[in-house]
T-cell receptor, first 116, second 113 residues
Framework: EAEVAQSPRYKITEKSQAVAFWCDPI?????LYWYRQILGQGPELLVQ????????DSQLPKDRFSAERLKGVDSTLKIQPAELGDSAMYLC??????????????FGPGTRLTVL | QQQVKQSPQSLIVQKGGISIINCAYE??????FPWYQQFPGKGPALLIA?????SEKKEGRFTISFNKSAKQFSLHIMDSQPGDSATYFC????????????FGKGTTLSVSS
């Protein structure tokens, strides 16, 4: 069964350091999302890609966060510098474009970030 | 502004009982309502979803009830099992490709054996 892959699964860093997360969506899925899930809360969208283009990054703290999907396949989310409040689970999701279940999103296992 | 409100925050049910989780939404443009199940350390997994053209959808032991006029929907888990112990999230969005999901805050379900 096709799955969304993410790495690393866990990351511990000190504040002011740079961190990067990687996501490989399900093959053929044109839409890719990065969500942030704070402990005890539901996921919240950070950035959304359609192929290689950013569709929505209105909730991305652009002074420290950046995201790219250069070839329209895998994606990287970067934080520089990390702050204590960035500790959270970072989830990647993908969905196909069109079809019957047009907004069915499939999530990866996430990267648990701890900032010390 | 929280657009999807979920209750209760936590729920304890005996094995074989019925678990009921409720959600309410504000944006009348929403027309896709999925429920996700999340186990500790894992990403959310799609459980069941409904669109407002029907008032109920059933898949196995899981049923979504939808009330468009009240802008509410709920998840019913029949014959709850210990393996159902997880966090459940309702979500809402427009039913079109490339639309971000708006999630509720989640309900932690514990099924006692």
């Amino acid at each position: 069964e096709a799955e969304v892959a993410q790495s690393p699964r866990y990351k511990i860093t000190e504040k002011s350091q740079a961190v990067a997360f990687w996501c490989d969506p399900i093959s053929g899925h044109a839409t890719l999302y990065w969500y942030r899930q704070i402990l005890g809360q539901g996921p919240e969208l950070l950035v959304q890609f359609q192929d290689e283009s950013v569709v929505d990054d209105s909730q991305l703290p652009k002074d420290r966060f950046s995201a790219e999907r250069l070839k329209g396949v895998d994606s990287t989310l970067k934080i520089q510098p990390a702050e204590l409040g960035d500790s959270a689970m970072y989830l990647c999701a993908s969905s196909p474009w069109g079809g019957q279940s047009v907004n069915e999103q499939f999530f990866g296992p996430g990267t648990r970030l701890t900032v010390l | 502004q929280q657009q999807v409100k979920q209750s209760p925050q936590s729920l304890i049910v005996q094995k074989g009982g019925i678990s009921i989780i409720n959600c309410a939404y504000e944006n009348t443009a929403f027309d896709y309502f999925p429920w996700y199940q999340q186990f500790p350390g894992k990403g959310p997994a799609l459980l069941i979803a409904i669109r407002p053209d029907v008032s109920e959808k059933k898949e196995g032991r899981f049923t979504i009830s939808f009330n468009k006029s009240a802008k509410q929907f709920s998840l019913h888990i029949m014959d709850s099992q210990p393996g159902d112990s997880a966090t459940y999230f309702c979500a809402a969005s427009m039913d079109q490709a490339g639309t971000a999901l708006i999630f509720g805050k989640g309900t932690t379900l514990s099924v006692s054996s």
